[in-house]
């Protein structure tokens, strides 16, 4: 299962009681930051969340009320005992934002490594001591945090590698990205928690597989052992579903968007505008009312929509639910601290 936790959920400015643009992703006792607005920090401490498992920050764009809490928030990571490199993804120029903001916390116990406007997904795995992001390029050379390394095994048993991994059993996170509508480069996101196959050893013995390769081949390698091939569908059960979750903030609704949430289990949308009648203003500025968020998850097909980034002249965004609900039933208004736990449905 993965707990959401809605750090924040305002835009434009803080107000009493609802912070700036921020969302917590927890699997494995790992944790994804999505976006980093004023108040990110107090509403972690608030509910007990801890700072040092933090390993990936995902920034949509460079707007204030989405990274001015970085730096305090990379302060306050070091300060909690993390050595372990810590990864950045962002839309172009975060590198640049990034820089900036280090001015003001230049000593940090740990390198940060940035992902800057990534046009393919992204493969995380969950370790122990943190999520490690893995990026395939053609022939089975593997990138990790711009490092190469070779993926092809040759052991002394002769064993060879054939062909590429199994994706689907080599990573436990895919984040994919999807360029959006606003007013400068910005980003959505769309997280996949990849549900492993389980070792089927009735299979496995069925197909008369050598027992020490059977790790290996858990792990999705393709071998040669003797002139026989093996591959993980000779060990492996059927796949499972895994979670899908897409967060989506600061645009325009367009088309593009409709088949990146596609069946998501949980898509959070900015709703800027409450009202049905500030739709100029939504899109003067490039931002969405509460309604266009629904339609988008009605075209979606989606499980669950959370509105969020609610405009500081919102005090009430509850008092405008029904404009998504008329198009959206399971529709939730966001708030800040907002805890939601999703689950494997089988």
Same mark, same amino acid.
């Not at 858990?218 to 499972?240: D, H, P, T, W």
């Not at 939504?282 to 929509?305: D, P, Y």
């Given at each position: 299962?993965?707990d959401?936790a ?14 700036l ?23 972690m ?11 990936i ?13 970085l730096?305090g ?35 940090l ?8 406007n990534?046009?393919?997904?992204? !493969? @995380? ?10 990026? +395939? ?5 593997? #990138? *990790?945090? =711009?490092?190469l ?27 994919s ?15 996949y928690?990849?549900?492993k196959?389980?070792f ?7 197909? !008369? @597989? ?10 999705? +390698? ?5 002139? #026989? *091939?093996? =591959? ?29 949430i596609?069946?998501?289990d ?15 203003k ?18 979606g ?12 002249a ?29 689950s494997?449905?089988?």
């Amino acid at each position: 299962m993965v707990d959401l936790a809605l750090l924040g959920c305002g835009g434009g400015m803080p107000i009493p009681d609802r912070f700036l643009s921020s969302l917590l992703m927890n699997y494995r006792g790992r944790k994804i930051l999505i976006d980093c607005g004023e108040g990110t920090q107090v509403s972690m401490k608030i509910l007990g969340w801890g700072f040092k498992s933090i390993d990936i920050i995902c920034i949509t764009h460079m707007h204030g009320d989405h990274v001015v809490g970085l730096p305090g928030l990379l302060a306050t990571i070091g300060n909690s005992g993390r050595e372990e490199p810590l990864t950045i993804i962002g839309p172009e120029g975060i590198e640049n934002v990034i820089t900036g903001l280090r001015t003001i916390v230049p000593y940090l116990p740990y390198d940060i490594v940035i992902i800057e406007n990534p046009k393919e997904s992204l !493969n @995380v795995n969950v370790l122990k001591n943190g999520m490690e992001v893995l990026k +395939e390029y053609g022939s089975g050379n593997l #990138i *990790k945090n =711009n490092s190469l390394k070779d993926c092809i095994k040759n052991g002394e048993d002769s064993i060879n590698q054939y062909e590429n991994y199994n994706d689907k059993l080599r990573y436990d996170i895919e984040i994919s990205t999807l360029e959006l509508d606003h007013s400068c480069p910005c980003i959505g996101y769309g997280f996949y928690i990849n549900r492993k196959p389980k070792f089927n050893l009735e299979k496995a013995e069925g197909n !008369n @597989v050598p027992k020490f390769l059977w790790s290996r081949l858990q792990k999705g +390698e393709s071998l040669v052992y003797e002139g #026989i *091939k093996y =591959n993980s569908s000779m060990v492996m059960g059927r796949g499972r579903k895994g979670i899908k979750l897409n967060y989506v903030t600061d645009t325009r609704p367009i088309d593009p968007i409709i088949d990146f949430i596609k069946n998501s289990d949980l898509f959070i949308c900015e709703g800027t505008y409450g009202q049905d009648e500030d739709l100029h203003k939504a899109i003067k500025n490039k931002h969405m009312t509460f309604r266009e968020g629904a339609k988008l998850a009605n075209k979606g097909k989606v499980s669950q929509l959370i509105l969020t980034h609610f405009s500081p002249a919102m005090i009430d965004p509850e008092s405008f639910k029904q404009n998504a609900m008329e198009v959206f039933p399971d529709t939730l208004i966001g708030k800040d601290r907002l805890i939601k736990t999703l689950s494997f449905k089988e």
